[in-house]
């Protein structure tokens, strides 16, 4: 009797023990304390369209005004553009446009790059994002994230102040008993020719150097050398999800000077970039900042409507 029970009670354990092994079956497939992440979601765009296709022969002929006096056969070779030269077209691809005439030369480039994550926890869009957000402070329109790195030079600049605020309280002691243009002893004291030269500020009252009349990193004006506010690098708000547009008048050699209106824009994981540039025959002619920025901003929203297409 006490055999049998004994039977019956082993069989009991084996059962329940089978009975919680088949329910914890699915829970048991995960590792212990490890949380499962999610993949971002992919990107919009998995292609990109033939940039040297993208923009319409009738915008070109309003950007490339010079192709106008060439035959139908150049013209026709001008408006095919040349393809960048690229190594993965899925991700990047570019096509560029010049024209020519007696007063000046305009061209007309394209940038389309596609961005991917390969970061599981990173979608392309947050990667696009971070990628343009670089471009745009390159530009000098926006300030770059708060780094450690940026931290502890904060703080050493502060340090820095300290320091010298400490040697200017040293040194005011012996600046208090002295008046501007007099000595120690409290006499006049005239101004030499050395003095100026070596006093950092004197060439304020010689006014500008011809260096200092030079045009070279200049940026913005109306075309006549004054600068207008509507006209600076600034962000644009009402192109794809986020854009910028960067102006900047350089010297081309020792002559003629060259304008670039750059427009770079997001949508979604790609970013587009758009750079018109001119330059007139002649020194003298400033390329005019309102018209090339209008016309580049004007295929930027073309290529935004290409995209959404």
């Known amino acids: 009797m006490a055999f049998v029970t004994g039977t019956a009670l082993l069989a009991a354990l084996v059962v329940g023990c089978s009975a919680d092994s088949g329910t914890g079956g699915s829970a048991a497939d995960g590792k212990p304390g490890e949380e499962t992440v999610a993949a971002a979601a992919p990107g919009k765009y998995r292609t990109l369209p033939d940039p040297c296709r993208a923009v319409e022969t009738s915008?070109?002929?309003?950007?490339?005004?010079?192709?106008?006096?060439?035959?139908?056969?150049?013209?026709?070779?001008?408006?095919?553009?040349?393809?960048?030269?690229?190594?993965?077209?899925?991700?990047?691809?570019?096509?560029?446009?010049?024209?020519?005439?007696?007063?000046?030369?305009?061209?007309l480039f394209i940038d389309f790059e596609r961005v991917v994550s390969y970061d599981p926890a990173v979608s392309d869009d947050?990667?696009?994002?971070?990628?343009?957000?670089?471009?745009?402070?390159?530009?000098?329109?926006?300030?770059?994230?708060?780094t450690p790195d940026a931290a502890k030079s904060t703080e050493n600049a502060a340090d820095k102040n300290k320091d010298e605020g400490k040697d200017e309280d040293k040194s005011k002691e012996k600046d208090e008993?002295?008046?501007?243009?007099?000595?120690?002893?409290?006499?006049?004291?005239?101004?030499?020719?050395?003095?100026?030269?070596?006093?950092?500020?004197?060439?304020?009252?010689?006014?500008?150097?011809?260096?200092?009349?030079?045009?070279?990193?200049?940026?913005?004006?109306?075309?006549?050398?004054?600068?207008?506010?509507?006209?600076?690098?600034?962000?644009?708000?009402?192109?794809?999800?986020?854009?910028?547009?960067?102006?900047?008048?350089?010297?081309?050699?020792s002559t003629a000077q060259h304008r670039t209106v750059k427009v770079v824009f997001r949508t979604s994981n790609v970013i587009v970039t758009v750079e018109y540039a001119e330059q007139p025959a002649v020194s003298t002619v400033v390329p005019d900042s309102k018209e090339l920025q209008e016309k580049a901003q004007a295929l930027a929203r073309k290529l935004v409507e290409k995209f959404s297409e």
Request: with cysteine; proline share 6%.
């Open 126 to 146: 947050d990667r696009a994002r971070e990628v343009y957000t670089r471009q745009e402070t390159a530009a000098g329109l926006s300030s770059p994230s708060a």
């Open 177 to 253: 008993g002295k008046e501007a243009g007099k000595d120690k002893d409290g006499k006049k004291q005239t101004p030499t020719a050395s003095d100026d030269a070596s006093d950092p500020t004197s060439h304020a009252l010689t006014g500008p150097t011809p260096e200092d009349d030079s045009t070279d990193g200049e940026n913005t004006d109306d075309g006549a050398g004054t600068p207008d506010e509507s006209l600076q690098p600034r962000v644009l708000d009402d192109l794809g999800d986020s854009a910028f547009l960067d102006d900047l008048l350089t010297r081309a050699g």
């Open 59 to 107: 915008t070109l002929k309003d950007l490339l005004p010079g192709a106008a006096e060439l035959t139908e056969e150049q013209q026709q070779k001008v408006y095919e553009g040349t393809a960048s030269v690229t190594y993965n077209t899925d991700r990047r691809v570019g096509c560029g446009w010049k024209s020519e005439d007696p007063s000046s030369s305009h061209t």
